[in-house]
């Protein structure tokens, strides 16, 4: 199971549409590292607006893949995660602090442009 | 309605069979949307847990009712090396996986009842339960 990535000018977007298993969001990980490598891409809006459950170690992988990438140099967003998964981590404990969020794909290419200054 | 069901967690994609079997049993139930991620996420632990430390186990699954609740009980069993200091393990922040996983205080905190058996050598049974608000 493979993610599609899509290129928009400097930007990557992703909207993950289906249900993570561990593989998939691993897969994920790197296919991502790997697109922001060859198009030289700038910034990432990873949406995730219809992704219903979001464990410790989804959360984990999403969280690394923020930081991996702006090693790289590229920024990341995550956009539209769903009120009851933001309740759901919480709870949990986990915090994503860092992580840089926006409510929908659309301010997420916003936060993008601002942080870029252009 | 089978009220009665399990998984057996064997390989990493029996957390997805198992978390996607709790969803479609707690929206039966009727549980909202909230404690459907709740649930789901809690049983997404538990099964990485089997997964991860035992190696194999089994999520269980049961639709409960008292007079004047209803509830969805999880059981989560393995035959693993069971859990040495279990003060610890219920501690905030504890992790033997290097960040893998909230851990068990997490999962205690999704849900409304919780209880655990464990022994060294022999495993661990965790027993679960939410009620529908």
């Given at each position: 199971m493979r993610i599609p990535i899509l290129k928009l000018h400097n930007y990557l977007l992703i909207s993950i549409q289906t249900e993570l298993d561990d593989q998939t969001a691993i897969n994920f990980q790197e296919d991502l590292l790997r697109e922001i490598h060859t198009t030289e891409a700038t910034g990432v809006v990873i949406d995730l607006t219809s992704v219903e459950v979001i464990d410790s170690f989804i959360a984990k992988v999403l969280g690394d893949v923020v930081s991996m990438s702006d090693l790289m140099g590229a920024k990341v967003v995550l956009t539209g995660i769903q009120p009851a998964v933001a309740m759901t981590l919480i709870e949990l404990g986990i915090h994503l602090q860092n992580v840089p969020t926006a409510l929908d794909l659309e301010q997420g290419l916003l936060k993008l442009h601002q942080e870029m200054g252009e | 309605m089978n009220s009665l069901s399990y998984v057996s967690i064997m390989k990493e994609?029996?957390?997805?069979?198992?978390?996607?079997?709790?969803r479609e049993l707690s929206k039966q139930i009727g549980f909202g949307t909230v404690d459907q991620a709740r649930i789901t996420t809690a049983i997404s632990e538990l099964a990485r847990n089997i997964y991860l430390y035992a190696g194999e186990g089994q999520i269980c699954f049961e639709a409960i009712k008292t007079l004047d609740q209803k509830g969805i009980l999880i059981i989560a069993k393995d035959n693993g090396p069971g859990i040495k200091d279990l003060s610890q393990v219920m501690e905030d922040g504890y992790s033997t996986s290097g960040g893998l996983g909230a851990g068990l205080p997490g999962v205690r905190r999704l849900m409304d009842e919780f209880d655990i058996e464990t022994e060294v050598g022999k495993g661990t049974k965790i027993s679960t339960k939410k009620w529908v608000r």
């Open positions: - | 994609w029996d957390i997805v069979a198992a978390r996607q079997m709790g």
